[in-house]
C-alpha cells in the first residue's frame, strides 16, 4: 500500500510567536485575534494554562488571572509565511509536500517509493522533526497510509492529558490494520469537527470514532451535512483523498553574455532591469510574487562576486525590487569588466495581501469619504474637488484638464514597467527674466541656491494654430550644476522665456 | 480610570518592542504604507529632490491596497496628471482639493481625515510651511485616529526645521541621475520617532528607481 507521513505542528500560531519572542517563552503567553483589551484568546502556552487562562477568554479577564501575560496577534500572512517555509523544508524529505486547505499547520508527505532511499521511516520521521526543531517548531509525525488515518494518528492523545502537553511525537504504522485501530480511539474532540456538532454527538454518546463509525453513513449525511458524511467515508476507510502535492515555485534563471565586458555600474544596473522585468511578468502569470532576487557576476580574471537580495515583503513592484538593487551596487567596486550575468528570481505563491489580487480591505467607508468631499466643496466653493482627466493635446496644458469628482469608488491603478518622475506644473507658466547677454555665473534659473544650468535637454518645438493665433514654443529641461531640472519654453512670438514646471 | 484601560496601556507598552526592532538597511523597508500608516510624516527637498514621484509611490501603494487616496494643493502648481498616469495611478479615484493657502489647505485635511475614509492624505504646501500648531496637532490626531498616513510635501533643505516637534517622521528625498533615462530616488530619514533617529543620528534610506518624464527618457 502507498505510504503517506501526516505532520502536525500543534498550535502554530502560538508557535510563531514564541519564536517570534524568545523571551515570552518563560512567561505565560498568548495568542489573540486582535490587538484590544476585549479581543478573545486563541491559544495559551502551559504556563498560562496552568495559571487559569483558557482560549475563549478575554484578554482582560485573563490579565486578572496572570498579571505577566504576554500577548500578541498573528497575522495570517505571517502564518502563510511560516506554512510555506515549513513546505520548503519538508521537500527535503520528500518532493510531494500537501499543506492542509483548512488547518494551517497539518501538512501530509507522499513517502511512496522512499522505502528504497531510506534505512527505515522511524529515521525519516526523526530527521523530520530534527529538520523542523532547527527552525523552532515542534512537530508531531505519523507514517502510515492515509490522510485522515495519519492525521487523526496525529491528533490522538491519551486520555487524561492535556492538549498543551502535547508534545512532538513520532509514530510508524506497521500496518493499515494498526493505523485504523489506533484511529477509532481518537476522540471527536481531537478532530476539526464544528463545536455544535461535536457537543450533538456528545450527547448521543458519540464520543470517538469508533462511535461514529457505529452510526449509518446515510443517516450522518442527511442529518449534518456532506462535510461529515466525508469524514465518515474518510475513517472508515471506503475512501481516502488523492495526494495533491503543492508544486515548488522553481526559480526562473537568465543569463547575459557581455562581448566587450561591463565596468559601470550604471550599465549593470541596466541590463538587471532588461532581464527583470519579463521574469516578473512570468511570476505573475504563474501567480507568483518576488522573495528573492540573486545576481551572478563572472569575470575573466576576478572571483565571481554573488548578491543576494532578499524583500522585506515579496513584491511584484519593479521600482522597489531595482531600488534595493542599486543600493546593493552602490558600494561595488569592479576590478575588471563583467563578462557573464545571471539573474535568478525566486517566487513565492501571492497571498491576498500581496501581488496584484487584492480582496477588499475592510473598515474604511466609500460613501463617508464621498460625503466628506462633499462638505469640502460645499465649505470651499464649486470646483475645488476635481480630478484629472487626460486629453490628447499637444500643448502641456491642453493634455488635461479638471473635473469635478462627485464620488469615489474602489481605485484600479494600471500596471507600469517602471514608475515615471513627476512633473510640478504651473498654470500659467511663469514668465522668466529675460537672460542678460553676458551671464558670468551662467544662467540662474532658480536662484543661486539651484545652481547654473549646465545643459540643456532639447529643444522639443510644439507649433501651431497659424489660422487663428501662431504659437511656436521651443521646450526644453534645463539641468542646474545642483541636480535641479526645470521644465522651460521659448515663446518665439512673444520673445521671452517660460517656467512650465519642475521635475520633483 | 478603570481597570481595563490600565491593562490596555500596559499592553501597548509591551507592545513597544516592536517599533524597537529597527530594520536600517533598505531590505527592511520601512518606507511602506502599512508600516506608515498612523503617522504624521513631512517629505521635504530642494533642487534635485523627488517629493512628488515619492508621493505618487504612496498613492500608487495605496490604490493597490484598494484604499483611497487624496492630494490637497494649491491651484497654481499642482502635479502634471500625464506624469501621475505614467506612475501607475488610477486618476479618475484619485480626488484632488485645489485650495488658496496653507490654513485652507490643513482645514480641507481636517475634514477629510475626520471621515476615515482615506488611507493616505497628501498636504502639498510648496515653499509656505505656515500651518498653525492647534491645526497640526488636531490633524496629527485625526491621522493616528483613522490610521491614515498624513504626508505633507515641503520645498526646504534639511537644515530647515520640521513643521514641528509634531512630525513622527521627516525625511528627505534626493534624486540621482544614473543614465539613459533612469533615476535613483533616495529616501533619506532625518527624523523618526518611533525609532529614536534624530539629527545627529544614522537613519535609514529607500531607494527605488523611477524613468525622467517624456523627453527625458
Redesign the interface.
Same mark, same amino acid.
Given at each position: 500500500m502507498d505510504r503517506l507521513a501526516c505532520v502536525d505542528l500543534p498550535f502554530l500560531p502560538l508557535q510563531i510567536l514564541l519564536r517570534r519572542e524568545q523571551s515570552w517563552r518563560s512567561c505565560p503567553a498568548a495568542v489573540v485575534e486582535s490587538d484590544a483589551p476585549q479581543a478573545f484568546i486563541l491559544s495559551v502556552n502551559r504556563i498560562a494554562r496552568r495559571l487559569g487562562v483558557l482560549p475563549g477568554m478575554r484578554y482582560a479577564a485573563a490579565l486578572g488571572l496572570a498579571r505577566e501575560l504576554r500577548a500578541a496577534v498573528v497575522s495570517a500572512s505571517e502564518i502563510e509565511q511560516c506554512v510555506q517555509e515549513v513546505v520548503g523544508e519538508l521537500r527535503n524529505f520528500s518532493p510531494g509536500v500537501e499543506p492542509s486547505e483548512d488547518e494551517p499547520g497539518v501538512f501530509w508527505i507522499d513517502a511512496r517509493g522512499l522505502d528504497r532511499l531510506i534505512p527505515s521511516y522511524e529515521e525519516w520521521g526523526r530527521s523530520i522533526q530534527e529538520r523542523l526543531q532547527q527552525q523552532d517548531l515542534l512537530a508531531t509525525v505519523v507514517v502510515g497510509f492515509s490522510h485522515f488515518g495519519t492525521y487523526a494518528a496525529a491528533r490522538f492523545q491519551e486520555s487524561g492529558a492535556s492538549a498543551s502537553s502535547r508534545r512532538g511525537r513520532l509514530q510508524v504504522f506497521g500496518e493499515s490494520q494498526d493505523e485504523f485501530t489506533q484511529v477509532q480511539k481518537t476522540p471527536l474532540a481531537q478532530l476539526r469537527i464544528d463545536p455544535a456538532t461535536r457537543d450533538t454527538f456528545a450527547k448521543l454518546g458519540v464520543k470517538t470514532v469508533a462511535d461514529l463509525l457505529s452510526l449509518p453513513a446515510a443517516g450522518v449525511r442527511q442529518r449534518f451535512g456532506e462535510d461529515l458524511g466525508l469524514l465518515l467515508k474518510l475513517a472508515r476507510r471506503s475512501q481516502d483523498i488523492p495526494f495533491a502535492g503543492q508544486k515548488p515555485c522553481l526559480p526562473l534563471r537568465r543569463e547575459l553574455l557581455f562581448d566587450d565586458g561591463i565596468d559601470r555600474v550604471d550599465h549593470l544596473l541596466q541590463a538587471v532591469e532588461q532581464e527583470l522585468l519579463p521574469l516578473l511578468e512570468q511570476l505573475e502569470e504563474s501567480g507568483q510574487v518576488l522573495a528573492s532576487l540573486t545576481l551572478d557576476l563572472l569575470f575573466e580574471r576576478s572571483e565571481a562576486i554573488q548578491e543576494l537580495i532578499r524583500m522585506a515583503e515579496p513584491t511584484l513592484e519593479a521600482g522597489r525590487i531595482l531600488g534595493l538593487v542599486f543600493l546593493r551596487f552602490e558600494g561595488l567596486k569592479l576590478a575588471e569588466g563583467v563578462i557573464e550575468m545571471g539573474v535568478e528570481v525566486q517566487g513565492v505563491r501571492a497571498t491576498q495581501r500581496q501581488g496584484e489580487l487584492f480582496e477588499v480591505r475592510p473598515a474604511r467607508s466609500l460613501s463617508a469619504g464621498n460625503r466628506a468631499l462633499a462638505r469640502v466643496q460645499a465649505r470651499f466653493g464649486n470646483g475645488s474637488v476635481v480630478h484629472a482627466v487626460l486629453h490628447d493635446g499637444h500643448l502641456p496644458e491642453a493634455t488635461f484638464r479638471w473635473q469635478s469628482c462627485s464620488r469615489i469608488e474602489i481605485p484600479e491603478p494600471p500596471s507600469v514597467r517602471l514608475p515615471s518622475l513627476v512633473r510640478r506644473c504651473y498654470t500659467p507658466a511663469l514668465v522668466l527674466a529675460p537672460r542678460a547677454r553676458h551671464e558670468p555665473d551662467g544662467w540662474l534659473l532658480g536662484g543661486a541656491e539651484a545652481g547654473s544650468v549646465t545643459r540643456f535637454v532639447g529643444p522639443y518645438i510644439l507649433a501651431g494654430g497659424w489660422w487663428a493665433r501662431a504659437l511656436h514654443r521651443e521646450y526644453y529641461y534645463a539641468e542646474t550644476s545642483k541636480g535641479a531640472i526645470y521644465w522651460v519654453y521659448y515663446d518665439r512670438s512673444r520673445r521671452r522665456w517660460f517656467l512650465q514646471g519642475v521635475v520633483s | 480610570m478603570s481597570p481595563?484601560?490600565n491593562?490596555?496601556r500596559k499592553?501597548d507598552l509591551?507592545?513597544g518592542t516592536d517599533y524597537l526592532r529597527a530594520?536600517p538597511d533598505?531590505?527592511?523597508?520601512p518606507w511602506?504604507l502599512a508600516v506608515l500608516q498612523g503617522r504624521f510624516v513631512e517629505l521635504s527637498?530642494?533642487?534635485?529632490?523627488?517629493?512628488?514621484?515619492m %508621493? /505618487? @509611490?504612496l498613492i500608487?501603494q495605496? !490604490? +493597490?491596497?484598494?484604499?483611497?487616496a487624496?492630494w490637497i494643493g494649491t491651484?497654481?502648481?499642482?502635479?502634471?496628471?500625464?506624469?501621475? %498616469? /505614467? @506612475?501607475?495611478?488610477?486618476?479618475? !479615484? +484619485?480626488?484632488?482639493?485645489?485650495?488658496s493657502c496653507a490654513k485652507?489647505i490643513a482645514?480641507?485635511a481636517d475634514?477629510?481625515l475626520?471621515?476615515?475614509?482615506?488611507?493616505l492624505v497628501v498636504l502639498d504646501l510648496g515653499a509656505r510651511v505656515d500651518l498653525p500648531i492647534a491645526m497640526q496637532t488636531r490633524l496629527a490626531g485625526l491621522a493616528k485616529q483613522e490610521s491614515a498616513l498624513l504626508l505633507c510635501l515641503t520645498e526646504k533643505s534639511r537644515k530647515v526645521p520640521s513643521l514641528s516637534s509634531l512630525v513622527s517622521l521627516r525625511a528627505e528625498v534626493?534624486?540621482?541621475?544614473?543614465?539613459?533615462g533612469?533615476?535613483?530616488?533616495e529616501v533619506q530619514i532625518i527624523k523618526d520617532k518611533r525609532r529614536g533617529v534624530g539629527l545627529r543620528g544614522m537613519g535609514w534610506?529607500?531607494?527605488?528607481?523611477?524613468?525622467?518624464?517624456?523627453?527625458?527618457r
Open positions: - | 481595563s484601560m491593562l490596555a499592553y509591551q507592545r530594520t533598505s531590505e527592511g523597508d511602506d527637498g530642494r533642487s534635485e529632490c523627488a517629493t512628488l514621484s %508621493a /505618487a @509611490s500608487r495605496a !490604490q +493597490l491596497q484598494r484604499e483611497v487624496v491651484r497654481e502648481a499642482p502635479f502634471y496628471p500625464p506624469d501621475m %498616469a /505614467a @506612475s501607475g495611478i488610477d486618476l479618475e !479615484q +484619485l480626488p484632488v482639493v485645489l485650495l485652507a482645514r480641507a475634514l477629510l475626520r471621515s476615515g475614509a482615506f488611507a534626493q534624486r540621482r541621475p544614473l543614465g539613459e533612469r533615476y535613483s530616488c534610506k529607500h531607494s527605488e528607481l523611477h524613468c525622467g518624464p517624456a523627453g527625458l
